[in-house]
């Protein structure tokens, strides 16, 4: 937030606006669940989704872009979760439901792990930092 110029309140404030977005949007998107299945709303917002670090990157610092897209990212994501939540009920007996629950979020750390990493990466590499990595190895 020191790099884009914001106090700590803006930079808060930008980021509630997912978390409320997506929590007013939950009804709205288990309603379209219901009209056109989980699948549809699966394939609506997962391109919204991917789009929001792309936003981060060209909006540089603008809050006002930045915070549209933080709601607009907020709604898609409750579609999302909603969408995948329903979609594993949907597609799953009672006696298979935990376990596809659990190898989700399974593949959910992993992918989250992984991209860490891969961020981490990217961020030593660009900034000339590979005696990091044989400080973090050692």
Not at 39 to 54: D, E, H, K, M
Not at 56 to 81: D, E
Request: charged share 10%; net charge neutral.
């Amino acid at each position: 937030f020191k790099d884009l110029g914001w106090s700590y309140l803006t930079y808060t404030i930008v980021h509630l606006l997912a978390a409320v977005s997506s929590f007013l949007a939950m009804v709205y998107w288990g309603k379209n669940i219901d009209r056109f299945g989980s699948l549809a709303v699966l394939r609506f917002t997962a391109p919204i989704i991917s789009l929001i670090p792309l936003v981060w990157i060209i909006a540089k610092g603008n809050l006002y872009i930045i915070s549209v897209m933080q709601i607009l990212g907020g709604l898609a994501w409750a579609g999302f979760n909603l969408g995948v939540f329903t979609f594993i009920n949907d597609s799953s007996t009672q006696e298979q439901r935990a376990l596809f629950f659990t190898y989700f979020n399974i593949l959910s750390v992993y992918c989250s792990v992984a991209q860490l990493g891969l961020y981490g990466y990217t961020i030593i590499k660009e900034n000339n930092m590979s005696d990091c990595i044989v400080l973090y190895l050692e």
